[in-house]
């Protein structure tokens, strides 16, 4: 069974810098993206990062575009967000999710099956 572990969140003034973690276990990790996604209060899950296998390829959501950087160690199992400038919009719960699917490059929403429980960041002004 997949499991997936967030941590790094917390309580950051405007400005500030984070860095989030996620420990997957259960499967092989190297086989498959890995994305971290937020949803702040009222507002739907929206995606933030996604990272491809062999750390080939990213993407980043507009809006945090050279602000945040995802990035993995394979041979830890991890994944992580480092997250700078932050501002008060990016106060979320964020998360870790993963496909069921290996070898997928960039998985639409639907196609992330597991999700970890979530750490929250907020970031006051």
């Known amino acids: 069974q997949v499991q997936l572990v967030e941590s790094g969140g917390g309580l950051v003034q405007a400005g500030g810098s984070l860095r989030l973690s996620c420990v997957a276990s259960?499967?092989?990790?190297?086989?498959?993206?890995m994305g971290w996604f937020r949803q702040a209060p009222g507002k739907e899950r929206e995606f933030v990062a996604h990272?491809?296998?062999?750390?080939?390829?990213?993407r980043y959501a507009d809006s945090v575009k050279g602000r945040f950087t995802i990035s993995r160690d394979n041979a830890g199992n991890t994944v992580y967000l480092q997250m700078n400038s932050l501002n008060p919009e990016d106060t979320a719960v964020y998360y870790c999710?993963?496909?069921?699917?290996?070898?997928?490059?960039?998985?639409?929403?639907?196609?992330?099956?597991?999700w970890g429980q979530g750490t929250q960041v907020t970031v006051s002004s």
């Open positions: 999710a993963a496909p069921d699917r290996p070898w997928v490059v960039f998985p639409a929403l639907s196609e992330y099956d597991h």
């Open positions: 259960g499967r092989s990790f190297s086989a498959y993206t």
């Open positions: 990272i491809t296998t062999g750390s080939r390829s990213t």
